[in-house]
Nanobody, 123 residues
């Protein structure tokens, strides 16, 4: 079973950058694709980014495309979300998640979740 723990959140100003990390445990994590989701107060959880199990392909929500970069290190069982040019509307609780499905943006297709890390962007 895969377990995930996020870190790296905090408070930044608009235009700043921030890097989120996701540490995974479980021998089978290398077989899972990874995704990042976020949830702002009063809103549904939304897809942010996805990376395939081998790290060769990525997919982004239109709202973050060109600003965020997802990556992973299979040898270290970690994933990252580099966020640049942050905007106040990026403020949310960010989750990393793992899935055995390909190129899915539906949170219901992800079987493992971290506890979330808060990102707050002030204007």
């Amino acid at each position: 079973q895969v377990q995930l723990v996020e870190s790296g959140g905090g408070l930044v100003q608009a235009g700043d950058s921030m890097r989120l990390s996701c540490a995974a445990s479980g021998r089978t994590f290398g077989a899972y694709a990874m995704g990042w989701f976020r949830q702002a107060p009063g809103k549904d959880r939304e897809f942010v980014a996805y990376i395939t199990w081998e790290g060769g392909s990525t997919y982004y929500a239109d709202s973050v495309k060109g600003r965020f970069t997802i990556s992973r290190d299979r040898g270290k069982n970690t994933g990252t979300l580099q966020m640049n040019s942050l905007k106040p509307e990026d403020t949310a609780l960010y989750y990393c998640a793992a899935t055995l499905y390909a190129f899915v943006t539906d949170a219901g297709r992800y079987s493992a979740w971290g506890q979330g890390t808060q990102v707050t962007v002030s204007s």
